[in-house]
């Protein structure tokens, strides 16, 4: 939980906003700087003369944040955004940029949650009503790699799943 204040009407250690921060927007910030002068170098493949694809992930949450999850919605938000621009700025070497906003989904996370909290988030998927699985994201990964349309795009995966305001 990062809410902004605690009980006692304290606002929340900024380095507690600076970790989420600097994880998910960041983290995917620098793994993109750092990849690109290689791709620029890499030979132009097809009639496109594509040089590849950037795959960033986003989150449910940068649509549908959840009390709580301030500096993750903002930060898997700020993914999301700079998807657009980036595909724009990349577009004069071939590269494409392709993001996926996936909801839940089967990982050693969501392993830890307990019964009760599945069961709350399982009550408002729409279908499938389940959690999402490794290979039906490794499918979409696959499409955005193939699919030289996809570029500039923000994917949810999500089976339809918003999540309420309250639980």
């Given at each position: 939980?990062?809410q902004?204040?605690?009980?006692?009407?304290?606002?929340?250690?900024?380095?507690?906003?600076?970790?989420?921060?600097n994880?998910?927007?960041?983290?995917?910030?620098?793994?993109?700087r750092?990849?690109?002068p290689?791709?620029?170098?890499?030979?132009?493949?097809?009639?496109?003369?594509?040089?590849?694809?950037?795959?960033?992930?986003?989150?449910?949450?940068?649509?549908?944040?959840?009390?709580?999850?301030?500096?993750?919605?903002?930060?898997?938000?700020?993914?999301?955004?700079?998807?657009?621009?980036?595909?724009?700025d990349?577009?004069?070497?071939?590269?494409?940029?392709?993001?996926?906003?996936?909801?839940?989904?089967?990982?050693?996370?969501?392993?830890?949650?307990?019964?009760?909290?599945?069961?709350s988030l399982?009550?408002?998927?729409?279908?499938?009503?389940?959690?999402?699985k490794?290979?039906?994201?490794?499918?979409?990964?696959?499409?955005?790699?193939?699919?030289?349309?996809?570029?500039?795009?923000?994917?949810?995966?999500?089976?339809?799943?918003?999540m309420?305001?309250?639980?």
């Amino acid at each position: 939980m990062d809410q902004l204040i605690d009980r006692n009407n304290n606002p929340l250690p900024m380095s507690a906003i600076d970790f989420v921060l600097n994880v998910n927007l960041r983290g995917t910030l620098d793994f993109v700087r750092q990849s690109l002068p290689l791709m620029t170098k890499t030979t132009p493949d097809g009639s496109d003369g594509e040089r590849g694809v950037i795959i960033l992930v986003s989150s449910s949450a940068a649509y549908d944040g959840q009390p709580g999850q301030v500096s993750y919605a903002a930060s898997k938000g700020a993914v999301r955004s700079l998807t657009l621009p980036l595909a724009r700025d990349l577009a004069q070497y071939g590269i494409r940029v392709v993001t996926i906003a996936p909801s839940l989904f089967e990982s050693r996370m969501t392993a830890m949650m307990t019964d009760k909290v599945r069961q709350s988030l399982q009550r408002v998927m729409e279908f499938p009503k389940r959690a999402g699985k490794a290979d039906e994201f490794a499918q979409l990964v696959r499409q955005s790699i193939e699919n030289k349309m996809l570029n500039g795009v923000c994917i949810r995966l999500d089976g339809a799943m918003r999540m309420p305001s309250k639980m």
